[in-house]
Structures are given as structure tokens and as C-alpha cells.
């Protein structure tokens, strides 16, 4: 007769019971050691009509928005005789308008320029011209047919952890708003049938930490891109000392945009050299081929928009935006007294003038005092 045996206890999970978190990171440290970066869906709307309104509520999450992912896709499309203007497709959206719980404006710009946000904030691809959306994997260029799609982001986040909105109190949530351009906006010369757009919201995001009471970084502070006009016009062959609006905050991007009276991109108005001055005094003063090989080695190998300069001052590790990766020592700080102005001396023979500029600033306005190195660390 054999000898019993005695059954040894498993270590199964009864059935519905959750694993145990085995990812959690002991003792102290950075928001970032301590939190998961994840990513979630928050909505999908289709068939919508151009010039509308899309107004869909946020989901949240479990943690802290970092950005929000936009897809646009255009179908309907039913012959081979679309055309497009030069801002297209990211003109598809006449404004777009991101606010936070309390109504703070965060993002308020035309959809061209919502791409100069990722192209040259730093915070949405890097300068290995991913930067660029139609050199994304997402991309599908619109063809005659009027269809097509893309992909872009609204970035909340402009360093690691630093900049993100709080998402897990459902009554505390941001807006997100699309005003789509009409149809005749959209196309030079329109493709037939019945063309409608889908729009997909998804977002990056950080889970709240497990196993220990840590926040991102100053939390409260957010980067502001509001598009705003520049005073006065600039007249062809003439000097003009362009004005921003008053800001105030730590200023990292100044993209400024030239349009000739028909509202066309427009680069024959940019003067032999361009002073940038702030109160009064000429912080940059350089040729524009200068300024042109500095955007190449800033923001990487990827062409420049016509009518479009920028200047970064998240260089603060390398003479590169390196998107996240920045210390904020080179920010510009700013109070609502401090003017900011473009000198035109004299602007360029462009035609169709006068010509306007805009001005979008990326602003990190803080709670408290700016996090200055590298908040991660």
C-alpha cells in the first residue's frame, strides 16, 4: 500500500480577484517614478457636417492628462476634382478651444495654427521630424477624391510631469471645443458627394500613483497658445515696429505668422534682419537666413511653412528643442507690463499688403515660483 500524500496549498487567485500590484515603487522620489504613464480612449463622433460645433463632454481618467490625441478623418468624398488651399488639412477646424475646469483659457487657436503648436512647441513629437504630421504613420494625404486624415495633439504637458490638468474628479473637467470650417473653406474647389468628418479624442495620461502621496510637479501651472494679432499692419517697403499683445508668465516659443490682405501665408514681407525687442530693448537682432538655419537646428531637418518664423527657448540642454526635456533656465520671464516687439526695418516688397502678423506664445504661467531643472529628477 502506498503512503498518503499530503495536498499542498496553491497560490491561485480566486476567480474575479485582481492581481497584486507588483509595479509600485518603494520610498521617496520623483511624481514620475511613482505614477504609470497610460493612454485612454475619451471619444469618437462621426458623420459630422462641416461648419459645426463639436462640443462632446471629457471622460475622466484616473489621474493626469498629459495632452489630448486628435484624429480627423473626412470621408464622402465622391469624385476626382478636389482641390485644397495652402493651410489644408489643418484648416479643417476654424478654431479650436481648450479650457481648463475653471474656464482658464489653455489653448485658443485657428486649426493651422494648432499644428505650429506640435511643429514647434516641443511637447508633440520631437526634431527627428516626427514633429511633422504628414511624416507620421497616421497620415493619409487628402487626394482629389476630398478625403483624407490626420493626426495631431493638444499638448497640456512641457516637461515631464510638469503642466498636466487633474482628470480624476469627473465635475472638475476641461473643455474641449472644435469649430470645423466650411466646406468651401475647407476645399478650393469642392470634391462632390457629401463629405462629413469623424473626429477621435484619446489622451495621454499619468495614473495617480500607487502606494504613496506624490503630485506632479507644481501642479496648477499650465502652458497657454492663445492666438492673438500683433499691431499695427505692415506696410510693404516700410518700417513697422509690430507690438505683441501684453503677456505675462515664463515665455518658452514665439511663433509669429505673416499674412498679405488676402489672408495668404506670406514670406515677402519679412525685412533683411528682424529685431526681436523686449521693453525697448533688442534681445535678438538677426538676419532672416540666420533665423532660418536656427529654426533647422531648433526644431530639426523639417521645411518651414511659408510666412511662418519661430524662436525656442527650450534650449536650455542642447542648441535643440528636445521636447520634454528641459530645465526652464532659459525661459523668458514676462509680467503684464512687459512689451514684446517685432521690428519690420524695412519690411520686404510683398505683394497684396498691407500684410498682418499673429502672434502664438507658448506661456507657462506657474502657481508659485517656476520649477526651474528638471522636476523628474
Known amino acids: 500500500m502506498t503512503s498518503g500524500t499530503t495536498a499542498t496549498a496553491s497560490g491561485a487567485q480566486e476567480v474575479g480577484r485582481p492581481q497584486p500590484q507588483t509595479t509600485v515603487e518603494g520610498g521617496a522620489g520623483p511624481f514620475i517614478r511613482h505614477s504609470q504613464a497610460g493612454r485612454a480612449p475619451v471619444y469618437v463622433v462621426s458623420n459630422q457636417p462641416f461648419g459645426g460645433v463639436i462640443t462632446q463632454p471629457l471622460v475622466a481618467r484616473p489621474g493626469y492628462f498629459r495632452n489630448f490625441r486628435v484624429t480627423h478623418t473626412v470621408s464622402g468624398g465622391t469624385s476626382t476634382s478636389a482641390t485644397y488651399g495652402a493651410d489644408s ?79 480624476a474628479n469627473a465635475s472638475l473637467l476641461p473643455t474641449l471645443q472644435f469649430n470645423t470650417a466650411a466646406e468651401a473653406s475647407f476645399y478650393t474647389a469642392s470634391p462632390g458627394g457629401t463629405p462629413v468628418i469623424q473626429t477621435q479624442i484619446g489622451t495621454d495620461f499619468y495614473w495617480l500613483p500607487e502606494g504613496t502621496a506624490v503630485e506632479p510637479p507644481g501642479i496648477g501651472t499650465s502652458r497657454q497658445w492663445i492666438l492673438q494679432q500683433a499691431n499695427p499692419q505692415i506696410p510693404a517697403n516700410a518700417s513697422a515696429r509690430i507690438q505683441f499683445p501684453r503677456l505675462g508668465g515664463y515665455l518658452d516659443t514665439i511663433i509669429t505668422i505673416v499674412r498679405d490682405s488676402t489672408g495668404a501665408r506670406s514670406d515677402g514681407f519679412w525685412p533683411n534682419r528682424l529685431q526681436y525687442y523686449v521693453d525697448g530693448v533688442p534681445l535678438v537682432d538677426t538676419t532672416m537666413n540666420e533665423l532660418y538655419d536656427d529654426m533647422w537646428i531648433q526644431f530639426g531637418a523639417v521645411a518651414r511653412p511659408t510666412g511662418v518664423v519661430a524662436i525656442s527657448r527650450k534650449t536650455s540642454l542642447n542648441q535643440q528643442s528636445l521636447g520634454l526635456l528641459d530645465t526652464g533656465e532659459k525661459f523668458l ?34 502657481t508659485g515660483a517656476l520649477i526651474q531643472g528638471l522636476p523628474e529628477l
Open 89 to 167: 488639412p489643418y484648416n479643417l477646424n476654424a478654431l479650436v478651444q481648450l479650457k481648463d475646469a475653471f474656464g482658464t483659457p489653455l489653448i485658443v487657436a485657428d486649426g493651422y495654427s494648432t499644428h505650429l503648436i506640435d511643429m514647434y512647441g516641443g511637447a508633440f513629437g520631437i526634431n527627428n521630424g516626427s514633429n511633422l504630421a504628414s511624416n507620421l504613420p497616421s497620415w493619409t494625404a487628402f487626394g482629389t477624391n476630398g478625403n483624407g486624415s490626420f493626426s495631431y495633439a493638444l499638448p497640456l504637458e512641457f516637461a515631464n510631469g510638469y503642466g498636466v490638468l487633474s482628470a
Open 333 to 366: 520671464s514676462t509680467n503684464p507690463g512687459t512689451l514684446v516687439e517685432l521690428n519690420f526695418a524695412p519690411a520686404g516688397n510683398g505683394s497684396n499688403s498691407p500684410a498682418t502678423a499673429s502672434v502664438l506664445v507658448g506661456q507657462v504661467v506657474p
